[in-house]
Nanobody, 119 residues
């Protein structure tokens, strides 16, 4: 079992920045990767970024091209925490952001944190 708690969401003006945190607890050593999805009202959940966390191949990151380097994922293994740094935020980035942990392709999810970008 893995538990995830997100924090760091909120209201920000367009062009601003936010950093989301996701703290993992429980069976930490079973986690292969962690990352973030987001879901805007009426839209499907979409992958934002991921990072591998295992002892042997940890630290590999992925994010889709459409983010154009605005979002960066990082990790602090000592704190069992993954971060999502979001810069140059746009109103279309408004969504609920969910942290996930991949354990042998089974996903654990956090409850989500709301990010609202005003124009």
């Amino acid at each position: 079992q893995v538990q995830l708690v997100e924090s760091g969401g909120g209201l920000v003006q367009a062009g601003g920045s936010l950093r989301l945190s996701c703290a993992a607890s429980g069976d930490i050593r079973s986690i292969d990767a962690m990352g973030w999805y987001r879901q805007a009202p009426g839209l499907a959940r979409e992958l934002i970024a991921s990072i591998t966390t295992s002892e042997f191949n940890g630290g590999r990151t992925y994010s889709p091209d459409f983010l154009k380097g605005r979002f960066t994922i990082s990790r602090d293994n000592a704190e069992n925490t993954v971060y999502l740094t979001m810069n140059s935020l746009k109103p279309e980035d408004t969504a609920v952001y969910y942290c996930y942990a991949d354990v042998a392709q089974y996903y654990y999810w956090g409850r989500g944190t709301q990010v609202t970008v005003s124009s």
